[in-house]
Structures are given as C-alpha cells and as structure tokens.
C-alpha cells in the first residue's frame, strides 16, 4: 500500500518559472527522498532528507521536511522542459527496531509537464 | 559505470504462465530491492536482499510470488501461473553497503499478462 499522498496530482508551468510539489505520509520515519522517473531515464534519486534535517538543497532542488505535519515538499527553481517527469516521494521507515535498510514506500507521484 | 540492468524489458505472458524475471545489479552492491509499479502508482516494495540472504520478503503479493539471489549477485524474481492482476512495471534497485539509503534503479520489465 502506498504510504501516503503527493499533490498535485499533475502539475503544468512553462520554462522559467518554480514547481512546488507536496508529499505527505503516515508513519514515522528515517528519512525522505525523492525520486524523478520519466521513460527515458528510469527511476533517478534526487535527494535525501534525514528526520532530524528541516531543509536541503541540491543545485535547483529545495525539499523541507515537517515531520510535526508528517510532510514534505519538493520545490524546482527556473524550471526546463527537461525536468518534465514524474516526481515521487519515498520514505523509509526502518524496521522494528528502527534501522534503516533502505526499504522505501513510494507516494503516487506527481506529473511535471514544463512547456518550452 | 554500468547501472542495474534488467531482461527482459518487455514480457507478454498468457494467464497461468511462469515467468522469470532476471536483476544483474551493480557490481559490489551488497543490497537489492525487488519493486512492482502499476500504471500510474508509485513503486511498492516486493522483497530485499542483502547480499544472498533475503531479508525482507513481506512486499510479495502471494505464494505465487519468489526471489532468489543465490551467489548475492544477479537476482530472478519468478512468478508462477501468472494472472492479469501481475501486470505491472517490475523494478529492481541495488545499493552499497555504505550508502543504503540511496537505490539505483534499473530500466524495469514491463510484464503484461494476457
């Protein structure tokens, strides 16, 4: 079963301007990432947000994380009509004992449709 | 380097059909994750391994369902007498042994049961 819920479910902006996409779960976690998949490049890890971390950036990715609000969200600077791709969350839980493995429950995605 | 890699890439299988589904991950990658993706949906865990021990099998849908990764290498994940509900994306991930939060997926086999 899918850990939680992403929205919007599809997303269409033209070249240049920002796409915000939210990501909320259900139980506690280790840690939150996100991943992008389109047909030609498979599923490619973007980055990683430890529990304890409430912000990260990576080149034109800023993720937050709220785990008061058990959500997280995904924002993309000057956006190019490569980035058109669908975008996941995936958190990992850890086991029982709360070590991580990297067993990742995926959310449904969100379509990024950007328009040269 | 390489990347994971998958075979096939597409499979069309008759209903009550077995099927084989073959994972060579990244040489050196100690941990491997079998995923199922319906059209659509996000991935959702199947089984993992680390190394030949397979450590996590709860993900698989049935008894229908089995992984092996018997040198903790390649990995086949089979499906007996296949049925229209095991259509899906079936990906598979590795990671190192260091960096077990980060998972390099391969292309995926696209199974389509008729």
């Known amino acids: 079963s899918q850990q939680g819920e992403e929205d919007p479910q599809a997303l269409s902006i033209q070249e240049g301007e920002n796409a915000t996409m939210n990501c909320s779960y259900k139980?506690?976690?280790?840690?939150l990432q996100w991943y992008r998949q389109n047909s030609g490049r498979g599923l490619v890890h973007l980055i990683l947000?430890?529990?304890?971390?409430r912000e990260k950036h990576s080149g034109r990715l800023r993720v937050t994380l709220d785990t008061s609000k058990k959500s997280s969200s995904l924002l993309i600077t000057a956006s190019r009509a490569a980035d058109t791709a669908s975008y996941f969350c995936a958190t990992d839980a850890g086991n029982a004992g709360g070590t991580s493995y990297g067993k990742l429950t995926f959310g449904q995605g969100t379509i990024l449709t950007v328009h040269p | 380097g390489a990347g994971v890699s998958q075979s096939p890439r597409y499979k069309v299988a008759k209903r009550g059909q077995d099927v084989a589904l073959r994972c060579d991950p990244i040489?050196?990658?100690?941990?491997l994750f079998w995923y199922q993706q319906a059209l659509g949906q996000g991935p959702e865990f199947l089984t993992y391994?680390?190394?030949?021990?397979?450590?996590?099998k709860s993900g698989l849908p049935s008894d229908r369902f089995f992984a092996e990764r018997p040198e903790g290498s390649v990995s086949t994940l089979k499906i007996q007498r296949t049925q229209q509900e095991d259509s899906a994306v079936y990906l598979c991930?590795?990671?190192?042994?260091?960096?077990?939060?980060?998972?390099?997926f391969g292309p995926g086999t696209r199974l389509t049961v008729t």
């Open positions: 947000i430890r529990s304890n971390e």
């Open positions: 391994f680390q190394n030949e021990a397979q450590l996590d």
């Open positions: 139980t506690s976690i280790n840690n």
């Open positions: 040489s050196g990658h100690v941990s």
């Open positions: 991930a590795s990671s190192p042994r260091s960096r077990a939060y980060e998972q390099y």
